[in-house]
């Protein structure tokens, strides 16, 4: 008999016409989706899950927890939508998107939606009622002048911003609160006798009261005074409070870790394999604190055995304790200028789950075996105790094994051995993550040095050297070995994934590539050895920098994630982050899924399911961008305080992108950036091309285009803001006003 179609069932009941399809398919059948649908297409209304269960009359908690389990999947699966009054509606228009808000200085917004498609634009009339990082429903309302799609908002589903962090002014009879978030446009106005005693100009923290409206902005009090808006540190301290960074540790979690000594006990050690004879070390950054990770590597006859020993972090931080609590809502820890909010505290961070230098300390180890030709041919899992035998750092062991410093060498004598081994074993390696086509681009990372008065002395490049590629290489590897491992089990986990370019972008890549004769490997699927195998044709060019960072632009961003979508950039189908659990809580969960296969437990009786992994990987992903944007607004400021002394100076720099109001301008050896608006490029109409990445300009001909050399003059640097305005001087060896036109010149024809 042929099953029925959607239009041939009845749905005019509670009986449920796929109830049969559910039996086959759970142990506790549910209503189907069909019914739930129908059911509150039927009310009219927003319907909540009790009012749900009260329709299908679900009494017993087992089925009360299926129905919650499917209303959460419809709404992941963009079926029902969650609104702010614990209801679940229809979403059943094509036009209805949610997403995120996000802010622009100027008053519009854009709409970043959850289904990853592009963003939708929002005047400033539309974000009146709306902050940054607030989630909505908007409608698409057409396209703007851009060729953008423009939203209307539907309704406002999420308020996320609850405190504002910026200047206090008085004016005129009122006081009111300017965000230091440039992407909250909006200014708070204070309530009257509500400033306490916050004085003109000072940085203080308001509490929103009222959020705003289409009419009125919002409305909050002063609830702390951070101080002068110039005090050594107010930076960071802006920073931690926009960002609503957790950076004090609840008392409940003090009291909990009063307990810990100092020392591993023995009772911990017990049933580990023990490897405090192996001569393990850790090998990190000079102002390192915390030690993640430890390695190890011998020769055999058909290749190499490598031990990566990662601190048991899981040990020491049980499911659902005052510690994990509080690590979850941290994520991550995050690294200011020579300042750290941790994920833990100090007596665990630096202290008990370190890998410090000659104590006994509990690890998760991944030992993997190697072949001649770098190839992974086998890799297990184990809980060991061990005891680093030395702390190097990345110079130390560059000096060693790449410079061949005899004195050094000599001081390290006993781990020399070793330490040739892992070396001989990472230019094997290496050769294998050229062939699969992992990237590395050659991007240039820098350094604050600060002078006594916590004001920039200089700022440096880090210069990455075989240690660091050593290490890294042997990072990830064993993480690659760890997604492998749980996805063999089969068991939840969260992944750490990384998307190919969207259609979109590589379309614009391959345009802009086409202009400057180049062809792009792979068609409409490129794949990482395509991407690599055009950074290597182009590195004698001069605008081999300008095609790197476009190439870099055209990448997705990675997240956590359970999916199995593998990581594009590194060329891997399988990769997660196993091994920097001191600093990262996805880490964190893949200890604790490896140990419990390592207990041989079922996988069902695991305490995470697939939708809590889901909601931990997005809590995970969205707390490392706000430690990264938390960051470099920081970093940011100092570099304008830096630059202060040096308006009116003259510096070469070269063009790192390009807007339709201008173009930044990164500088030499100093390493700042800023921006020469295009008002300041002569009496022309410039016209932007988003996919060749330049200006050109209408009557003139004159370009500029990401990658070009130019000379500028600081004008204006605003703290406030955290932005430099610069004043275009050269283009290349030509002054501004003599740049060269690339528009053949017109010959006059004379007048008849």
Not at 367 to 395: N, P, Q, W
Request: aromatic letters at 6%.
């Amino acid at each position: 008999m042929p099953s029925k179609s959607n239009k041939d069932v009845d749905l005019n009941s509670t009986q449920d016409p796929y109830a049969q399809r559910e039996a086959e398919k759970y142990e506790n059948p549910i209503p189907s989706r069909e019914l739930i649908l129908h059911n509150l297409e039927q009310a009219g209304k927003p319907l909540s899950r009790v009012e749900f269960a009260t329709i299908f009359k679900l009494e017993s908690d087992d089925d009360l927890e299926a129905l919650r389990r499917r209303l959460r999947a419809m709404e992941r699966d963009g079926q029902l939508l969650f609104n702010r009054g614990q209801r679940y509606c229809l979403v059943n228009n094509k036009d209805l998107i949610v997403g995120r808000i996000i802010g622009h200085a100027d008053g519009f917004g854009f709409v970043r939606p959850d289904d990853g498609s592009d963003d939708l634009y929002l005047s400033p009339r539309e974000m009146n009622p709306l902050l940054h990082n607030d989630r909505a429903m908007v409608r698409i309302a057409g396209i703007d002048k851009k060729g953008r799609r423009e939203g209307a908002v539907v309704e406002i589903l999420e308020r996320n911003t609850h405190q504002i962090v910026g200047r206090l002014y008085k004016e005129d009879g009122f006081t009111y609160v300017v965000p230091d978030n440039k992407n909250i446009a909006q200014t708070l106005l204070v309530m009257n006798g509500e400033a306490g005693d916050a004085k003109q100009g000072q940085i203080v923290i308001a509490e929103i009261v009222e959020q705003p409206t289409k009419l009125r902005q919002p409305i909050g009090r002063v609830i702390e005074v951070l101080g002068d808006h110039l005090a050594p540190g107010m930076e960071i301290e802006m920073a931690i409070r926009s960002y609503e960074l957790p950076n004090v540790w609840p008392a409940e979690l003090l009291e909990s870790i009063k307990t810990l000594s100092s020392e591993v006990p023995e009772s911990a050690k017990e049933g580990r394999v023990d490897l405090r004879k192996l001569p393990l070390v850790t090998i990190d950054g000079e102002d390192a604190r915390d030690f993640d990770d430890a390695v190890f590597c011998k020769k055999t006859p058909k290749g190499w055995k490598l031990l990566v020993a990662i601190a048991d972090v899981s040990h020491y931080v049980q499911v659902n304790s005052e510690l994990d609590k509080e690590a979850k809502n941290r994520s991550t820890s995050v690294y200011f200028p020579e300042q750290v909010i941790p994920m833990l505290p100090e007596i665990l961070s630096n202290g008990l789950c370190s890998l410090n230098p000659h104590v006994d300390r509990l690890c998760m180890v991944c030992e993997l075996i190697i072949d001649d030709e770098g190839k992974v041919t086998r890799s297990k899992f184990y809980d060991a105790v061990m005891c680093s035998h030395a702390r190097l750092t990345y110079t130390e062991v560059a000096k060693m094994l790449v410079d061949g410093d005899v004195a050094l060498a000599e001081k390290h004598n006993a781990l020399m051995p070793h330490l040739r081994e892992l070396y001989a074993l990472y230019k094997a390696m290496r050769i294998q993550r050229e062939l699969r086509g992992a990237m590395d681009f050659d991007t240039q990372e820098t350094r604050i040095v600060f002078a006594k008065d916590r004001k920039i002395d200089k700022i440096i490049p880090v210069v990455r050297n075989d240690a660091h590629k050593l290490i890294e290489e042997f990072m990830i590897t064993a993480n690659s070995a760890a997604a492998r491992f749980l996805n063999a089990k089969k068991i939840p986990k969260l992944l750490r994934i990384h998307e190919g370019p969207s259609a979109d972008k590589l379309l614009n890549l391959k345009t802009f590539l086409g202009e400057l004769g180049l062809k792009f490997g792979g068609g409409t699927s490129p794949t990482p050895l395509d991407y690599m195998h055009l950074v290597d044709s182009v590195k004698d060019r001069p605008d081999a920098h300008l095609i790197q960072t476009v190439l870099l632009r055209s990448m997705s961003q990675a997240v956590y994630s359970p999916d199995l979508k593998g990581h594009f950039g590194l060329a891997l189908d399988a990769y997660a982050h196993f091994t920097s659990p001191i600093r990262r809580y996805p880490d964190l969960l893949v200890h604790r899924a490896i140990r419990h296969c390592l207990l041989d437990k079922k996988i069902e009786n695991f305490v995470y399911g697939v939708p809590e992994m889901i909601l931990l990987g997005e809590h995970c992903s969205a707390n490392e961008r706000r430690a990264d944007d938390a960051t470099r607004d920081v970093v940011s400021w100092l570099k304008c305080e830096y630059m202060m002394d040096k308006i009116g100076e003259e510096f070469s720099g070269i063009i790192s992108a390009v807007t339709s109001f201008g173009f930044f301008v990164e500088l030499a050896d100093i390493y700042v950036e800023g921006l020469v608006h295009i008002s300041n490029l002569g009496q022309d109409y410039f016209h932007f091309d988003a996919t060749s990445h330049q200006l050109k300009g209408e009557r003139s001909g004159i370009n500029y285009r990401l990658g070009d050399r130019v000379k500028i003059r600081v004008v204006r640097v605003d703290l406030d803001e955290k932005k430099m305005d610069f004043e275009l001087l050269q283009k290349g060896g030509v002054p501004a006003s003599e740049a060269v036109s690339d528009k053949p010149k017109k010959r006059r024809r004379k007048k008849k």
